[in-house]
């Protein structure tokens, strides 16, 4: 992670998709990822459904992780759609800097302390339960603990757009009654908006293990 940068360029707030992309390729350019500049960028954006609604595919059973774009192999840019109720387990990032910025309804972000050495044995402890409404930007990377993402809403979906980098394609997903964990591989759902088709196309998310 970086400090600011001198003479850094000020980004316009970007008016689509489109724009967005363009500028967080820029951003992605350097090594070096500045974790408020990104926030801001994408905090800017303010969410339009025209921008993500071809990205947007639910399912019943499941959240859904849709890929939006490729960021030149620095980042993965993905809208996960969450029907009611919907949520993931709790889940570890690869090391990654994690960006989720809700484009419609509101997610609850619960914050966990990773298990301790003795894990398998003892319940994980919670360290901060958030809501995220529409347009706000949360973030996370594996120093700041584990999580999970539910849509509470019982009667709205809800939408996120997600930027990962460096991108990853597994992740640990752990029980909550013991802290014991599991290995999980991640894809998706759809790319580019096109559904995705083959192995692991349909088991796409880090869903709570019971849901495995
Ligand atoms: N990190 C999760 C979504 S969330 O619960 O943060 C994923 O990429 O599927
Ligand atoms: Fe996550």
Sequence with gaps: MCDSRVGKPYFKEPSCMEELIETLNTLFESDCVNVEE????MENFKSKESDWRRFAKFDPNR???????EGNGKYNLILLCWGEGQGSGIHSHSDAHCFLKVMDGTLRETLYEWPSKSEG???MKVKKIADCEMDQV?????SYGVHRVENTSNVETAVSLHL???PFESCDCFDERTGKKQSVKITFWSKFGERTYGVGA????VYQPENN
């Design 38 to 41: 990104v926030q801001s960028v």
């Design 138 to 142: 949360a973030y996370i990377n594996d």
């Design 121 to 123: 044995r003892t319940k």
């Design 202 to 205: 349909c088991k796409s998310a």
């Design 164 to 166: 990962y980098s460096p």
């Design 63 to 69: 959240y859904t992780r849709n890929l939006v774009d």
